[in-house]
């Protein structure tokens, strides 16, 4: 990581800069900023609590019109017809409904057509466009930064807040240009480009700092790419993470449902176009990566930034010189059921899940896909799920034939949601069983108490479902792996 | 908001690094509809064996702990998802102060909220103050805001730094929502010239309760 706070300051401005101060509607020397937000995310599990503040201060949802609503964390991915077992679930959706509708309020409710997850819907539907501000009641909101904008996670406090006065108080974040440079190997991921950089800087390496991502690498990824390692970038601790917007952001948006057309799209890209960081513009820490020097990643403990290479071996807690990352060391291999010295490749795994905002878009599931045709589950896997982040993306796959690909290798094709990532719904990881999951957080209990969870990318999550425990996928025919 | 002015309270010292959201307040309680009552599910899978029988291995549990109102404890506290369950849960067990090296962004400013103080100091003096706790039973820290000191009876002091407009919020207990709202003719004027619109172009399949929006 390189300091650069002494480097000789100039006009030239970065994309974050840029984006905030197009948002400032007041400005004190001294004082926090009031920026004003574009587009406000939410959803049942963060929102109850905000609008019945609202409610008892007798205030009312400013710009309903710029407020989008959602049911995903809690929904079942089987059978949406059936009654909700679940009580307090089933009272967060009617909640959510009856604020949405006294409020004026657009709802994607569990039925809707194109219900999906927060973070999947909102570009999918291109209710994300580059330029904007967007805050939604969940951290993972920086995943909208690979357009462009200015994304990210907020409290409950401040979900009632935007939706009194559609503004947010706010200091200005530190920045972070983060420059992965080269051409991404084959079976090589956007999955295993963020896991190897929060590896690199730490769980807590991008605290109060704003990342920029940069290089060849991120601008080959696709979208779908991009997002994946925007997503993630709250796991190193950052405020959010972006990318400048280009042609491939542009051929993403055009056509989609909220983004203008013709004449209006043209004058839109025009002024996207004005976004990327100013040639000079200064970034107060610079932090580089080799494309060619990322293998795929698998994660050995629990948080995101215990991660090794695939060739690599669970760690000995007394590799680590600091006192405290050895005891926490010590206490993930023990929660984990890991001995150190053990080969990553050598772990077996019970149950896998592809999805979550992190991944389970259609590029992520082609590729599973890809990589399982003609394969088999290994009979040692318990479960192996597929829960695509949006019925959108649904469709699509099932246009595609993805899920006959899926249910004949013998996985189980699900309904959109934030599903075994959080297991608020009934896809729990029970005590002692151990994933591979294409998800965002390895902590403790996230994916059911006493539970294991293995961080990894689609490919790799799909190659552990078939082998029975994780396998580098290079090690596969190059026609297997994208 | 209740202010927060000084505060002296028994120390609990929890000797993680990177203590995340997730542990303070699992998946399974996020489905309230209120802010209340969190405060006995507070680091649940820790505290609590299957079954809800306290954990004696977790230092919650310890009697000589009961009643503490300051939480010591490593870097990085807070980090993951940006539930306020975890603040809300941490303020209705009874602690007013954190102090840690470090704190996540979201949970950081969520404490604000709630009038909770998350004190920073550096490395050196939290595993003065480990030490300390371990040392003296009962250990007692007291936290001053408005000299910004931390300091317990054994003569030992450290200052603290806090931005001057977080020290306000909590110094005054404000209500945020009722501070923005006073700059209410500068939010009209900015949306006179932002228009910030989200025009439907095509047709999804969305309950439009809208109808009524400007």
């Known amino acids: 990581m390189t300091n650069n706070a002494n480097a000789p300051s100039t006009n030239a401005k970065t994309l974050y800069q840029k984006i905030w101060d197009a948002h400032v509607v007041r400005e004190e020397a001294g004082q926090p900023s009031i920026i004003y937000i574009d587009r406000h995310l939410v959803h049942e599990g963060t929102s109850p609590q905000a609008f019945a503040g609202l409610r008892a201060e007798g205030r009312k949802v400013r710009r309903p019109d710029l407020t989008f609503a959602v049911m995903d964390h809690s929904v079942s991915t089987t059978d949406r017809t059936l009654p909700i077992l679940d009580q307090d679930a089933k009272l967060q959706f009617e909640a959510l409904d009856k604020n949405c509708r006294e409020s004026g309020v657009r709802l994607f409710d569990m039925n809707s057509k194109n219900q ?167 970034f107060d820490v610079t932090v580089e990566l080799q494309a060619e020097q990322i293998a795929p990643q698998v994660t050995w403990g629990t948080n995101p930034g215990m991660v090794s290479g695939v060739t690599a071996r669970v760690p000995d807690p007394h590799d680590f010189k600091d006192l405290n990352d050895q005891k926490a060391t010590e206490r993930a291999l023990h929660y984990m059921g890991l001995k150190a010295g053990t080969p990553i490749v050598d772990i077996p795994v019970d149950r896998v899940f592809i999805g979550s905002c992190t991944n389970s878009r259609i590029d992520d599931l082609r590729a599973a896909a890809h990589f399982v045709e003609g394969k088999h589950v290994n009979k040692s896997i318990k479960q192996a799920l597929i829960v695509p982040g949006s019925r959108g993306i649904k469709a699509q796959a099932e246009k595609e034939g993805l899920d006959k690909i899926f249910t004949d290798a013998g996985f189980e094709w699900r309904d959109a949601g934030c599903s075994m990532c959080i297991g608020m719904n009934a896809d729990v990881l029970p005590p002692n069983e151990r994933s591979a999951s294409t998800s965002n957080r390895n902590f403790e209990g996230r994916q059911g108490r006493d539970s294991r969870t293995h961080l990894v990318s689609p490919v790799m999550a799909a190659a552990a479902a078939i082998a029975g425990h994780f396998v580098d996928v290079r090690d596969f025919a190059l026609e297997s792996v994208e | 908001m209740k202010p927060f002015i000084t505060h002296t309270g028994l120390v609990l010292p929890l000797d993680r690094v990177n203590v995340d959201t997730d542990q303070m307040v699992p998946k399974q309680f996020l489905k309230a509809l209120t802010r209340e009552g969190f405060g006995r599910i507070l680091f649940y899978d820790w505290r609590y064996l299957p079954g809800e029988k306290p954990n004696p291995e977790f230092i919650m549990n310890f009697p ?115 501070t923005t709202l006073k700059h209410e003719p500068e939010i009209t004027s900015y949306e006179k010239t932002h228009a910030a619109t989200a025009t439907m172009f095509d047709q999804v399949d969305v309950k439009n309760y809208s109808a009524g929006a400007p």
Request: hydrophobic share 35%; with cysteine.
């Open chain 1, 116 to 282: 999906g997850i927060v973070h999947i819907i909102g570009p999918e539907l291109g209710i994300t466009q580059p330029g904007q501000t967007i805050v939604c009641g969940d951290s993972h909101t920086s995943t909208h930064g690979a357009f462009g904008t200015l994304a990210f996670g907020i409290g409950t406090s401040e979900v009632e807040h935007v939706l009194a006065t559609q503004c947010l108080v706010q200091s200005k974040s530190k920045t972070m240009h983060i420059v992965v440079s080269g051409k991404r190997p084959k079976g090589v991921t956007a999955k295993d480009i963020i896991l190897a950089i929060i590896g690199k800087i730490g769980i807590g390496g991008g605290t109060s700092h704003v990342v920029e991502y940069a290089g060849q690498a991120i601008r080959e990824l696709s979208m779908e790419g991009r997002m994946t390692v925007c997503n993630m970038t709250v796991e190193a601790g950052a405020r959010a993470g972006m990318v400048a917007p280009d042609e491939t952001t542009f051929a993403y948006l055009e056509g989609r449902a909220f983004v203008p057309r013709g004449k209006e799209f043209q004058d839109a890209v025009a002024r996207w176009k004005q976004l990327p960081s100013d040639d000079g513009a200064k």
């Open chain 2, 64 to 178: 000589q702990y009961k009643g503490a109102s300051v939480l010591l404890t490593r870097a990085n506290f807070g980090c993951g998802s940006s539930r306020e369950h975890a603040p809300w849960a941490i303020g209705d067990y009874g602690f007013r102060v954190i102090l840690a090296p470090s704190y996540a962004d979201i949970f950081y400013n969520n404490c604000f909220k709630n009038g909770i103080l998350p004190a920073e100091l550096s490395e050196t003096q939290i595993e003065e103050l480990f030490q300390r706790a371990e040392k003296y039973p009962g250990y007692q820290l007291r936290i001053d805001l408005p000299n910004q000191t931390v300091s317990d009876n054994e003569g030992l002091t450290y200052k603290f730094e806090i931005a001057p407009s977080r020290k306000e919020v909590l110094l005054e207990g404000l209500d945020d929502i009722a």
